[in-house]
Each structure stands twice: as structure tokens, then as C-alpha cells.
């Protein structure tokens, strides 16, 4: 499914604006770690089956690389062909292994964004790393802290927002999401 920020840039010449060494090579490294991000999860749903969070987190991946991919686009520069093999991560054995090493790359995925904040001096590219790091993630890290941590709500809750949620539906959705999948109490 194409997003309408990607339809708006097809068919429009490209004004190659310079952009700065600092900026290409975060640009560089934020699709190579999308990229990985989305091999690993789809290997876990190729073990494990459609299974939730990797469904939406696999297309969620898919989502950051075109903007990604349209970014590059829109400035000029040569989006860099995706690798057919790389190193291949360890697959967790269970799927609570594979939440808890999602949740690992995901945090490592918000580290890098506000690492790669200070190299983006462009505005757009700006705004495409801020928000690839906040309300969504926070959301999503709450749904795993909650049930796989067994952390309560209110904490987890401190937690997601510390990593950025902030958006009152965005909350209340999360929120659903995980009274739905919850297993049997104890």
C-alpha cells in the first residue's frame, strides 16, 4: 500500500538539493538498519506464522524504507539497491524470544534516530527521524512490556512515554490491543 506523501513525490523531477556528507551517511544507515529490521522479522513470521506484533511491524518496516527510499528520491540521490544477503541474525527459538529480541531492535532503532538527529541538518530529513522514534514506538513497546515483561500497566505505561507516546488514541488503542491479546490471568 503506497502512502499519498509517495504518490505526491512520483512524476515530479527531483531538485538535487546538496546534502550534506553528514546527512547521506545517517540516510544510509537508517534504511540499512529498516532493512535488517525487516529481514528479521519477517523470518520470525516465516517461523512462527502471522503472528502479531510482526505483522504490523514487518509492514511498519516496509512503511519507514519507502519514506526512506522517497527521501533520497526527492533529493537526488541514488537510493542504494537492498542488499540480497547480509549477515544473517541468530532466529530466536520461541516467539517470547523473538518479542524480546524485537523490543531489543526496536530500542536499538530509537537510539539510533536520536544519535542520527544531530548529523540531519535538513529540515525534512529532521522531521522523518523525529518521528520515526516516538508515539508509534512507544505504543508498540508498551504492548510487549505489558504482557511479555509482566511489568505493570503503569509502569509500562511510563515507560512508552518516556520513549514518546504521546498521542491520547495512539494510547488508547495500544491499550485495547493488549486487554484483547491477553492471556488467561493468573
Not at 65 to 93: C, Y
Not at 107 to 130: C, G, K, N, P, T
Not at 143 to 155: F, I, L, N, S
Amino acid at each position: 500500500m503506497r502512502h499519498r506523501k509517495h504518490e505526491l513525490l512520483e512524476g515530479r523531477p527531483t531538485i538535487p538539493i546538496p546534502v550534506p556528507e553528514g546527512t547521506k551517511a545517517a540516510l544510509l544507515e537508517a534504511l540499512a538498519a529498516h532493512r535488517q529490521a525487516e529481514a528479521a522479522y519477517a523470518a520470525v513470521l516465516a517461523r512462527f506464522g502471522p503472528v502479531q506484533p510482526f505483522l504490523d511491524t514487518v509492514e511498519a518496516q516496509r512503511r519507514r524504507e519507502e519514506s526512506l527510499k522517497a527521501l533520497f528520491q526527492a533529493r537526488g540521490l541514488e537510493v542504494p539497491a537492498a542488499p540480497t544477503e547480509g549477515p544473517a541474525a541468530a532466529l530466536p527459538q520461541t516467539l517470547p524470544e523473538a518479542c524480546a529480541a524485537g523490543a531489543k531492535r526496536e530500542e536499538a532503532i530509537i537510539a539510533m534516530y536520536d544519535r542520527l538527529l544531530s548529523q540531519a541538518h535538513r529540515a525534512d530529513v529532521r522531521a522523518l527521524f523525529h518521528c520515526a522514534s516516538g508515539n508509534r514506538m512507544g505504543g508498540a513497546l508498551y504492548a510487549y512490556w505489558m504482557p511479555d515483561e509482566h511489568r505493570a500497566p503503569e509502569e509500562a505505561l511510563a515507560l512508552a512515554r518516556k520513549v514518546g507516546l504521546r498521542n491520547p488514541a495512539t494510547e488508547a488503542a495500544v491499550k485495547a490491543y493488549v486487554e484483547r491479546h491477553r492471556g488467561p490471568q493468573s
